[in-house]
């Protein structure tokens, strides 16, 4: 298998555009992703043995389905299935930036990140332990500067090589007692009906709880939805009783909360700017 399809995804900003021009060059396309006037910029490489197609995605900073640019990179990992995505991180914003990340890991496609901006980073005197970091989100972790072309075929080196192993085993969040027990509740709902799924149980159990709409519309489209989305609702309540407060919003605030405590252990030095959920 020659080719190997990549997606880079990454909050705005953290140095997509620029990474995905070093690496394709002259040898781009920019289109409109179907049905929608966000633009999508193709691009194909030769590297080594193999050709590259790298899709630059919108940058998002989470991915749910209140955003039109989320909504777009979500669908085209999970339709699109690309061989493994990229995720740019800007090594300056390692928290906000690994908000994405961990989301990205709930679609369960293999992954590779690179800690861009590498060189702010160190100028802010930030101190990051990758090997670490790597092992906790069970992805290669690759530093890079993008504008100055530093470490970029170290990063597709790495996302060759994940594209080719079938079995990374991603960090999940985990998101407590409560949530955790609805989600396996929700999974096993879901698992009867794992022919008709394009997407990981999990991540769809989850954006049920957080009553994401467009996924509530798919699964009520199943020919076993009906009871699927009466038992999701359900959970709700029971979670919307636990927490006092929506479960979209509890669930974002044990997923930032396990990302602090992700970055407590890997940001060695420099860590500031704690992420509110305001
Ligand atoms: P995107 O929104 O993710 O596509 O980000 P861009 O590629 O447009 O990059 C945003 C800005 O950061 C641009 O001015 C880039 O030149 C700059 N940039 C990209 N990578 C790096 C890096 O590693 N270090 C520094 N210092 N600047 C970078
Ligand atoms: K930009
Ligand atoms: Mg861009």
Not at 87 to 114: C, S, T
Request: with cysteine; aromatic share 4%; net charge negative.
């Amino acid at each position: 298998n020659t080719q190997v399809s990549i997606a880079l995804a990454g909050n705005p900003n953290s140095g997509k555009t620029t990474i995905f021009n070093s690496v394709t060059g002259a040898r781009q396309h920019v289109g409109n992703y179907p049905g929608v006037t966000v633009e999508k910029r193709e691009g194909i490489r030769r590297f080594k043995d193999k050709e590259l197609l790298v899709v630059d995605l919108p940058g998002t900073y989470s991915l749910t389905a209140h955003a039109l640019d989320e909504l777009v990179a979500r669908n085209f990992i999970i339709q699109d299935k690309p061989d493994v995505i990229v995720d740019i991180l800007d090594a300056g914003n390692l928290e906000r930036n690994l908000y994405l990340a961990v989301q990205l890991l709930e679609l369960e496609r293999p992954m590779v990140v690179a800690l861009n901006m590498a060189d702010v980073a160190e100028d802010m005197g930030i101190k990051i332990n990758d090997s670490l970091l790597s092992q906790k989100l069970g992805a290669p972790v690759i530093r890079t500067v993008g504008n100055r072309h530093t470490g970029l075929d170290d990063l597709l080196d790495a996302a060759v090589q994940a594209a080719a192993e079938k079995s990374q085993k991603p960090f999940f969040v985990n998101y407590g007692p409560e949530v955790e027990g609805k989600i396996s509740e929700l999974s096993a709902l879901l698992e009867q009906e794992r022919h008709n799924l394009r997407y990981p149980q999990r991540w769809l159990a989850l954006k049920l709880l957080e009553n994401d709409s467009d996924i509530c519309k798919s699964v009520q489209e199943l020919p076993g939805g009906a009871q699927i989305i009466k038992a999701a609702s359900a959970a709700r309540e029971s979670l919307q009783e636990v927490f006092g407060t929506d479960p979209e919003i509890a669930i974002a605030n044990l997923r930032y909360q396990a990302v602090g405590e992700l970055c407590e252990e890997v940001i060695l030095a420099g860590r500031s700017g704690l992420l509110t959920t305001s």
